[in-house]
């Protein structure tokens, strides 16, 4: 079909605003002196649609069962992850033209605005899909966009076990960790399951306990009874209206939380988390980008500072802040929990103690240290 009628057509209704019905198209088309048969106006009605409605022909990619991720990096490139890693999709958008026109539109339902004076946007949809777009000529010649889709539910432990991503060695220690109140801290890399773990670690908390938690974006989901989420708010147009994540923790500790959550450090919001878990805030955990559980201490340095916080400070909250750290990997095109650590602060600086790896198995040494500290925190002899 050509594609100047169709761009012509959607021109008129978007300045026409109302449903994509037969009607409505074949009016546009009748002012556009254009005549079709009623076939080639059912297939417009339906391309039009769909360009103009939810996230347009990538709608049925986000909707599939079991995606997590989709990509466009132009339009035909298009790849998504399903669970199994990523894997190319074979689908058209059309020209450069109709993927940004996507784009602009998209980051409009979010509130947002994308065009050259403001090339980057990241942004929830309404249906709670997080989008990052990057147009032209900073994403090279196409207009480029990553989509990361919510789960409709969280995780349980037992289903984490089954699929794979921790053992029950590990799940056990972990659930001995939560109940005693330790305060612990999910490291990993993009897309490696630090979410996965965290809502599933949560579902598992008492149910008279409140559980406050802290996002940049909403991508949580806990199966519990009681809990409120926060999330952080970007500039509007008029570039007013920010509500930082650092904001966001000052205030949940004013809402009487029984623990505190941060979704994931990524900015001077660690300097309020690490001194909310320093002043009797029990449970408290949080999430952050990081290469290996050994990296956490330099990658929480490199963030206080961000707050003005000395690499001396940092050092000291850390100490009494963090009882235990666990991080996940994608390894094989898997997710998985690798590392169980003790965070520890000597006079040459922060490092972990390793209780458990993959690799090495657990420390029979470290192993002692962990329980020692989880009777103390649980309150037993």
Do not use: Y
Request: proline letters at 5%.
């Amino acid at each position: 079909m050509d594609a100047a009628l169709v761009a012509e057509v959607r021109g008129h209704l978007l300045e026409n605003p109302g449903p994509v019905t037969t009607s409505a198209v074949a009016a546009a088309l009748q002012r556009s002196g254009r005549v079709l048969g009623s076939a080639a106006l059912l297939e417009l009605v339906k391309r039009i649609s769909a360009q103009l409605a939810g996230a347009g022909p990538l709608q049925p990619l986000l909707d599939a069962p079991g995606a997590t991720d989709l990509f466009v990096n132009g339009p035909r490139e298009i790849w998504t992850d399903r669970g199994r890693g990523i894997e190319p999709v074979d689908i058209s958008l059309g020209t450069e033209a109709d993927v940004r026109a996507l784009a602009v539109r998209l980051a409009a339902l979010g509130g947002r605005r994308l065009d050259d004076s403001q090339p980057l946007v990241d942004v929830r949809l309404p249906d709670g899909v997080r989008l990052n777009a990057v147009l032209p000529p900073l994403s090279g010649e196409h207009t480029v966009m990553s989509f990361r889709v919510p789960r409709t539910r969280g995780f349980r432990m037992e289903e984490l076990v089954t699929g794979g991503f921790i053992t029950p060695a590990v799940a056990d220690l972990l659930l001995r960790v939560l109940r005693a109140r330790a305060n612990f801290l999910i490291s990993g890399g993009t897309g490696s399951g630090k979410t996965v773990l965290l809502g599933a670690l949560l579902a598992e908390v008492d149910d008279a306990q409140r559980l406050l938690i802290v996002e940049d974006s909403r991508e949580l989901r806990v199966d519990h009874p009681h809990v409120v989420q926060l999330a952080a708010r970007q500039t509007n147009i008029e570039g007013a209206g920010e509500v930082s994540m650092a904001d966001l923790v000052r205030n949940a500790l004013r809402m009487r939380p029984d623990r505190l959550v941060v979704g994931e450090c990524r900015g001077a919001e660690v300097r309020d988390m690490l001194t909310a878990l320093n002043t009797g805030h029990e449970g408290g955990c949080a999430t952050v980008h990081a290469n290996t559980a050994e990296s956490v201490p330099a990658r929480l340095e490199a963030l206080g500072a961000l707050a003005g916080m000395s690499p001396a400070a940092v050092h000291s909250q850390l100490a009494t802040a963090i009882d235990v750290v666990i991080h996940v990997r994608r390894h094989s095109g898997t997710r998985e929990v690798c590392q169980v650590c003790l965070p520890a602060v000597s006079a040459s600086g922060p490092s972990v103690a390793q209780v458990w790896s993959a690799e090495a198995g657990f420390s029979a040494e470290n192993r002692a240290r962990l329980d020692a500290l989880l009777s103390t925190r649980a309150g037993t002899p």
